[in-house]
């Protein structure tokens, strides 16, 4: 059994233009408010082994993080279907699930338990997650206060510790200092060598090569080319090349 079964996924937004807010709007000018549907994803379908890591590749606005947001069940699909079996560990927008006037650690709290973590399990594991953050004394300051580098080094601090048989991850490995990115890419080969099954969204042809066993690249929202991830790599990497 795959670990994610992705089936010939439709997902549609509604785009709305000189939108009407207000009911005195709406009657002064009933025909003002149009609006259009937006296909972000059109029959994509994609099957991840277990122990597998897929890379979803594409230029902004192809539907990436649309996909992994269904696959996190934070979004659904219009058509199509979505299974996933096993405990999932999401790292998405940038602070997602933090309150900000929470700190650092009673935001931990509140981030481990959404994950499904236990207080019993949290504490025992709280010391590695603010360590892993590197965040000092910011840890008991609101995390209103922080830098976008620092609300992903406490995000991502968290959605590793979980202990996931699935990790998504979306485009957050593109922030914060070099050093920090290379500790996340080396945590993320510790999962890959313990079986954990990891799909990341990124614009980099190198991280999907290097990385992932398999990739998608989507493109409009379609499915243009996926397999090996050197392969798909190599090909999008030349097409980003030829567009520019």
Not at 93 to 121: K, V
């Amino acid at each position: 059994m795959d670990a994610i079964e992705v089936v010939d996924v439709w997902k549609k937004f509604r785009i709305y233009h000189d939108r009407v807010y207000s009911l005195k709007e709406r009657f002064i000018f009933p025909y003002r408010q149009k609006a259009e549907d937006f296909w972000a994803l059109k029959g994509v379908s994609l099957s991840v082994p277990r122990g597998a890591t897929v890379g979803l590749i594409g230029r902004n606005g192809s539907g990436k993080s649309t996909l992994l947001k269904i696959i996190s069940r934070i979004l659904y699909p219009n058509r199509g279907r979505v299974r996933v079996h096993g405990r999932v560990s999401t790292l998405l927008e940038l602070g997602a699930g933090f309150h900000p006037d929470f700190t650092g650690r009673e935001n931990i709290y509140l981030n481990a338990s959404i994950l499904g973590l236990t207080r019993r399990e949290i504490n025992g594991r709280l010391e590695k997650i603010i360590d892993f953050a590197e965040l000092g004394d910011f840890i008991d300051n609101p995390v209103r206060n922080y830098s976008s580098g620092m609300y992903m080094r406490l995000g991502f601090a968290v959605a590793v510790h979980v202990d996931p048989d699935i990790l998504l991850i979306d485009e957050v490995l593109a922030v914060g200092d070099l050093p920090f990115q290379e500790k996340c890419l080396k945590k993320i080969r510790e999962f890959k060598e313990r079986g954990t099954t990891i799909v990341f969204v990124t614009h980099a042809p190198k991280q999907v090569a290097e990385l992932c066993d398999h990739a998608l690249w989507l493109d409009r929202g379609e499915v243009r080319l996926q397999g090996p991830a050197a392969e798909v790599a190599r090909a999008y990497a030349d097409f980003v090349g030829g567009a520019g």
